[in-house]
């Protein structure tokens, strides 16, 4: 008996051997996409010495005692990341939103603790857009199939009559009854195909001269009666011509009579008066006033608003929150 094994052996090693030199040539399938060369890394590396945690994951502010880590940062990090063609620290941060912020049916966590149990519409269209411009410009497939499958979510649940709406409970299986104008990403809506009907509250609104910001139960609210955040109205502003592709005559003419008697544009407004609230700025506000007067070809207006943007210190991220970092950062590389 030994011997026959003894015999067996050598004759086991040759056919194994002839195997794997005559067999058919597998390609493999790599898990990222190829490595690209990025064309800037500063704002990569001030990010990850910044604001991200041992864990990855990043931070609303440096050092925070009460830290938020949400998928408005993954997201617009995404966004910056796809503008300098990093494919290496993209790919990182859809290993960190796959392990931290997707739940088994593929919804978006808007923050990543195990008590949120809601989307927000606003990240799963910044993050599906990412993740579909990435699919482009790396040549890899698998982001766009990922992008399909979140989306799908966002469409199915997070709208009422192809209305989109603010958010879904996926434990509690209810919807928001609100749509905050500011949360529409037309680019991305188009890309996913959504009904004509969903786009119906951002091509109707209109301002006097301020944007109502919410649309509910087929009608137009404020979010606030009394106090307008310029955040929330540019963003609508710049969903409305992207849309529209045509400016709000009247919103535009009180940008444009602001700048030119202030020379500057104050974050928070009183609706009556029409008013500053308070003599505080945003860089979030200029980094959105520039791509509004870039996109509509005001390129005066364009100028002094990039400018202001520049002038906006943002160099400690321990009183700077991330969102206010990464669009100054996003909007200056445009």
């Known amino acids: 008996m030994k011997r026959i094994v003894l015999i067996m052996i050598p004759i086991l090693l040759i056919a194994l051997g002839l195997y794997f030199l005559f067999r058919p040539e597998v390609k493999e399938t790599s898990s990222a996409p190829k490595e690209t060369t990025p064309t800037s890394t500063t704002v990569q590396t001030y990010v990850k010495e910044n604001y991200t945690t041992k864990n990855g994951l990043i931070v609303d502010y440096k050092d925070a005692k009460e830290p938020h880590y949400l998928a408005e940062s993954i997201g617009l990090y995404m966004e910056y990341l796809v503008m300098v063609n990093d494919s290496k620290t993209f790919q990182q941060q859809v ?14 966590k808007w923050e990543a603790t195990e008590k949120t149990t809601t989307n927000a519409i606003v990240d799963d269209f910044r993050i599906t857009e990412a993740l579909y411009q990435a699919s482009e ?19 199915k649940y997070s709208s009422i009559k192809n209305v989109p709406v603010d958010f879904y409970d996926f434990v509690q299986k209810k919807k928001a009854s609100t749509l905050h104008l500011s949360y529409l990403n037309i680019q991305a809506m188009q890309h996913f195909n959504y009904n004509k009907k969903a786009y119906s509250p951002i091509q109707n609104v ?12 087929e009608q137009f609210e404020y979010a606030d009666q009394k ?8 963003l609508i502003a710049l969903a409305y011509y992207d849309k529209n592709g045509t400016i709000e005559p009247n919103f535009d003419k009180f940008l444009q009579t602001e700048l030119a008697s202030k020379g500057k544009i104050y974050a928070r407004y009183d609706r009556d008066t029409q008013k500053p609230n308070s003599e505080n700025e945003s860089s979030a506000v200029y980094a959105f006033l520039t791509q509004y007067f870039n996109k509509t070809n005001q390129t005066k207006n364009g100028k002094i608003t990039t400018e202001l943007l520049s002038k906006m210190d943002t160099s400690n991220p321990e009183t700077t929150h991330f969102f206010d970092y990464i669009n100054k950062e996003i909007t200056l590389k445009k």
């Open 227 to 234: 106090e307008v955040n310029m955040i929330d109205q540019m």
């Open 95 to 108: 290993s960190i939103l796959q392990k931290n912020f997707l739940t088994e049916n593929h919804f978006i």
């Open 137 to 155: 410009k790396f040549h890899y497939p698998s982001y766009k199939t990922l992008a399909d499958q979140l989306i799908a979510n966002t469409q």
């Open 206 to 217: 209109t301002a006097q001269p301020f944007f109502t910001e919410v649309f509910q139960n």
